[in-house]
């Protein structure tokens, strides 16, 4: 049943699970555990639609480049799969098989752990069974770029899709309005023995469950690991630590113009890079989307409906997002955009600031920065995409000069796939989760979405963290059943 936990504070004595956060992942997570007939809680802060007060808890700041953290969050149910565009592909075996660039290493499970979920993964997001990842349209010859291969969701809206089975579901209880202010760790068990949850009036109270899984999105789920005193003061968390570091996005970099040869396609092309590129220049992948724009003549309707866009950019403040694509009004011009793969470095991060919210919850905010690895990865694939697209015969690049000058600043735009703070890894020196998705020195605290990324890859994060969830479901299963079994 779904409860409104401002006016409804009606929370059972214990439950199997408690789930914080009500995104894709929590929600999935969620039905999956209720559904095998575990008693499940499952908490969001937000309520049914958008609010400004819900909202507002997502302020946070950015130093170095600018994420833009509050604008591409949604804080209420079904989380940012609000606004999702539906985009999915999964990871590769490479991206598990191939350390990153630096001294951190990569995914401590195979590929094939995540494989495995692929199927049900594809359900869950409306994506027929059998469906392949087929190329869109055509490759760049010669081995550096393959044509893209990616499926489009309707886009799957999780609370609208889910709402009566998140009414329906029996020993499942929903409750919104209710947010997470404080983890309550109990060194003598080495358990999280409660949250403290938390109505907008600030009445608050403690929920206990048998296992305990935060699923509130890459920078909320280290701000709850870092804002939790017990577990930093019993060495659980150190501020100083791997909780909050390794924040990465994807890159959209404005890398230049083209124009197409005389009888050359003008649909979008997407490429991705190969294998072979990535291991020769020791760079990160990405696609690239070329889309050839056609003339626009500024009088009449068109003016006007230009001016609305600028006014409307203008007043909040992202006229420098569509700026390199509105200057373009030749016939054959095109532009490129990128989904380009981050490493993980330490220096991007989750802090803590000593501002409290309404909630009286420490902020955070976030150091974000490209390390000359994420540099070269842009240089190397718009260097090599240029000399594709002349010597296969499709046209003229010209790139930007910070594409090839790594010394002069970047223009870039985020994609909001904030990932990597709360890594898995084999050892707790090298992350925050094991390869169960278990925060290490705990034994009933799990993490579940892309912050337990080693690697980002250059796909779309929420098909992959939908099949880590489906992952951890089944662990999570297979645990409560043993524990069953050794008590009867």
């Keep these: 049943m779904i409860k409104d936990y401002q006016y409804q504070k009606e929370l059972r004595d214990s439950y199997d699970f408690c789930i914080i956060g009500g995104g894709p992942a929590g929600i999935t997570l969620a ?50 799969s609000n606004h999702w565009a539906g985009r999915c592909r999964p990871f590769e075996p490479s991206d598990f098989a191939v350390p990153p660039v630096g001294n951190l290493p990569g995914w401590p499970i195979a590929f094939s752990e995540v494989e495995r979920y692929l199927a049900g993964a594809m359900a869950i997001v409306d994506l027929p069974a059998g469906s392949g990842f087929t ?44 947010n997470c202010v404080d983890l309550e760790f109990a060194p003598t068990s080495g358990r999280i023995a409660a949250v403290v949850v938390s109505d907008y009036d600030r009445n608050r ?24 005193e017990s577990l930093v003061a019993h060495g659980i968390v150190s501020r100083d630590g791997f909780v909050g570091r390794c924040f990465m996005e994807h890159l959209n970099v404005d890398m230049g113009t083209f124009i197409l040869q005389e009888g050359q396609r003008t649909e979008p092309s997407q490429y991705f890079t190969t294998e072979a590129f990535t291991s020769a220049y020791q760079s990160g992948k990405g696609n690239i989307t070329t889309t050839v724009l056609s003339e626009v003549r500024t009088y009449g309707m068109t003016a006007r409906v230009k001016g609305f866009f600028e006014n409307l950019m203008c007043e909040i403040g992202a006229a420098h997002k569509i700026d390199y694509i509105a200057k373009f009004n030749c016939p054959g011009d095109g532009v490129i955009s990128t989904l380009i793969e981050q490493f993980p470095s330490v220096n991007s ?53 910070y594409v090839y000058d790594t010394s002069v600043p970047l223009n870039m735009t985020p994609h909001a796939h904030h990932m990597g703070t709360t890594r898995m890894a084999a050892t707790p020196e090298q992350g925050v989760v094991d390869t169960n998705c278990r925060v290490f020195g705990t034994d009933n605290l799990y993490i579940a979405g892309s912050s337990i990324f080693s690697t980002g890859g250059a796909c779309n994060p929420t098909m992959p963290l939908l099949q880590f969830a489906l992952r951890l479901a089944d662990h999570l299963n297979e645990k409560m059943r043993s524990l069953a079994s050794s008590y009867s």
């Design 349 to 401: 991060r989750i802090s803590l600031l000593n501002e409290r919210d309404e909630l009286g919850v420490a902020k955070v905010s976030i150091h974000w920065e490209l390390s000359p690895a994420d540099r070269h990865t842009i240089k190397s694939i718009g260097l090599e995409m240029a000399k594709r697209f002349a010597e296969t015969g499709l046209g003229f690049v010209k790139l930007n000069d």
């Design 135 to 178: 190329p869109i349209n055509g490759a760049l010859n010669g081995g550096e770029f393959d044509a893209d291969r990616f499926l489009l969701s309707p886009p799957t809206r999780f609370a609208q899709k889910y709402a009566e089975d998140l009414r329906e579901s029996d020993g499942l209880d929903l409750f919104i309005n209710c």
């Design 31 to 80: 039905l999956r555990l209720a559904g095998s007939g575990w008693s499940v809680v499952l908490v969001e802060g937000g309520g049914h639609e958008y609010s400004q007060r819900s909202q507002a808890l997502y302020t946070c700041p950015s130093s170095a480049l600018d994420a833009y953290a509050h604008e591409t969050r949604l804080r209420f149910l079904g989380g940012t």
């Design 205 to 228: 109270e403690r929920l206990r469950a048998k296992n305990f899984i935060l699923a509130t999105g890459a920078i909320e789920n280290a701000r709850q690991l870092l804002n939790s």
